[in-house]
């Protein structure tokens, strides 16, 4: 069966009586169906004693033939549970854009997947439609503070926001609005991001409460005035009514696995363009009511880990006490030089070769005072040989591994029992976590220890535009934020193509953008898009719904 087939077999217990497996009174939850409810941090039970340990899962370099990070995480939680250990989940929201374009939902696969599946992998509770309207309200206010006399002098040409749609829409990348005379508004080139890059999800993601939130979105740079200060939404005076639009939405989401353990799906920034990781208030409230809390940062550890470590971890005290690193048999062949028609067959030079990517996601942890355990996700078409061969070199190498048959057996049954295990033992361990860089270096210096000490290039190359943005944040006092890397997600460099570990390469920062709202600097490379673009053939061609109202084709 398909993953959706398995989702729609499986028994689904009503939200509450999940809520009281996690210990959730009945008035921190509100019903948002039989299946969903968002809670209330401030209406949960105080926990005497220490917070639940954090365990982060990432992954190798993804490639095509699919890695099951989040199948790992919800395997690993639903293994962990069933070893007697107080579990929650905390995972990211699904974005409409990979949903109806290529990559898939976020909800898991096979038995090890978070529940009612089609609902989260589309509109769930609403939390991405409230984030676009806030967004697209602050665009909309901008327009009509100029329209409206421009008391803050905003300079048109230097208005840095942009509107955002939760879908892949490259015809809206760079668009002119304000055409038509003078009542439609002063005529200027904006563009759009997916929802998932904007600063507003950021914000979202990042605040430890109502207050934070408004804090935050107050201290958004919107653009620039004539004299090129920069202007804040807090000079605009409109944080409150952002902060009114997304006073529901703020509110953690609580679902299900297939095997009842407790999770929480909120909040949803891509790690290729965004953050990549699920919102502070939901992973703060998984520790509150579990001993262990299995989350996840999105595509690869040179992304979604590396921000986690030295973003969501350093701001909001969420250091990880284990890291697990998610590779498959799939993945490594094609880093080995197989084309993805060939994977099915059985190939250890191949694998071998592309080990190369694994040890360096490994020792890349390792720098941040962490030794990770790496879940072998196991595939129905690997081969015992590869398997063995595969935990044989791990041995050598000193890295703890574990296969996982999770998305056959499920993280209920018995697939996820030894890692597990193994996580429990990095758990008892003493971690000495350490983010990446200090603050106090300069923006350059800190894209420079990324893309040297991560990535494993030579150095970075910044386009004349980059410089004058370094000159620009250094003036402007911006110069201790924390830098999000856009990067693609495919290779360590800034090129799709070179797969495996390459080295003697530059990376190319065309761009910087501060987001001062969020907290750090964004610093374009390559050729990546704050606003995707669909395949020539979208997962959406194969979408449909039947007679009964029930999700068609969705994975």
């Known amino acids: 069966m398909n993953d959706l087939a398995i989702a729609r077999a499986a028994v689904v217990r009503p939200i509450e009586e999940i809520a009281d497996t996690a210990g959730i009174p009945r008035e921190a939850f509100e019903f948002h169906g039989r299946y969903k409810a968002k809670l209330d941090p401030d209406l949960l039970p105080v926990r005497s004693g220490r917070s639940g340990k954090v365990v982060l899962v990432t992954a190798m370099s993804p490639t095509p033939a699919g890695e099951g990070k989040s199948t790992c995480t919800v395997g690993l939680a639903d293994s962990l549970a069933r070893a007697g250990q107080s579990v929650m989940i905390a995972l990211r929201e699904p974005s409409l854009g990979p949903v109806l374009g290529m990559k898939g939902g976020a909800t898991g696969g096979g038995y090890s997947q978070v529940l009612p599946m089609d609902e989260i992998n589309l509109h769930f509770t609403g939390d991405f439609h409230a984030i676009t309207s806030a967004n697209n309200v602050l665009a909309a206010l901008i327009d009509n503070h100029v329209h409206q006399g421009n008391e803050l002098g905003i300079d048109p040409r230097r208005i840095t926001f942009k509107r955002v749609l939760d879908v892949n829409d490259r015809a809206l990348r760079e668009v002119v609005i304000g055409l038509g005379g003078p009542i439609q508004g002063t005529p200027r080139q904006d563009g759009f991001d997916i929802t998932v890059a904007s600063e507003i999800m950021a914000v979202f993601c990042l605040a430890t409460d109502r207050e934070d939130l408004r804090e935050r979105l107050g201290n958004i740079t919107f653009g620039y005035s004539y004299d090129r200060m920069p202007l804040t939404v807090r000079e605009l005076g409109v944080e409150g009514a952002l902060a009114l639009l997304l006073k529901d939405a703020i509110k953690p989401n609580l679902v299900q696995t297939i095997a009842g353990t407790p999770a929480l799906v909120h909040g949803g920034p891509f790690a290729n363009i965004a953050h990549g990781c699920n ?13 262990v809390v299995v989350t996840e940062a999105g595509f690869g550890a040179d992304l979604g880990a590396e921000k986690f470590m030295d973003i969501k971890a350093r701001a909001a005290d969420l250091p990880p006490d284990a890291v697990v690193l998610v590779a498959t ?15 099915d067959v059985p190939d250890t030079a191949a694998l071998q070769a592309g080990t190369a990517n694994l040890l360096r996601h490994v020792r890349n942890i390792e720098k941040f005072g962490i030794s990770p355990v790496v879940a072998v996700n196991r595939f129905t078409t690997d081969s015992d040989e590869e398997l063995a061969w595969l935990l044989d070199w791990c041995a050598e190498a000193g890295i703890e591994a574990a296969v996982a048959d999770v998305w056959g057996q499920g993280g209920g049954g018995p697939g996820g029992d030894e890692l597990a295990a193994k996580v429990l033992t990095a758990l008892d361990r003493d971690v000495d976590f350490t983010p990446l860089y200090p603050l106090e270096l300069s923006v350059e210096e800190k894209i420079r220890t990324i893309v040297r000490e991560i990535y494993g290039a030579d150095d970075v190359e910044f386009s004349a535009q980059a410089r004058r943005r370094l000159a620009e944040i250094e003036a402007n006092g911006w110069s201790g934020l924390p830098v999000c890397m856009a990067k693609t997600q495919y290779s360590f460099s800034d090129d799709a193509s070179l797969l495996g570990a390459p080295s003697g390469f530059t990376v190319h920062v065309r761009d910087l953008i501060p987001k001062t709202g969020a907290g750090f600097v964004v610093a374009l490379t390559g050729s990546v898009m704050t606003m995707p673009g669909l395949p020539r053939e979208p997962a959406a061609l194969r979408m449909d719904v039947d007679r009964e109202g029930n999700a068609v084709g969705l994975f």
């Open 329 to 343: 048999v799939r993945a490594l062949k094609m880093h080995g030089g197989v084309t993805r028609t060939d994977l």
């Open 279 to 291: 919102s502070v208030i939901a992973t703060r409230t998984a520790r509150q009511l579990a001993d």
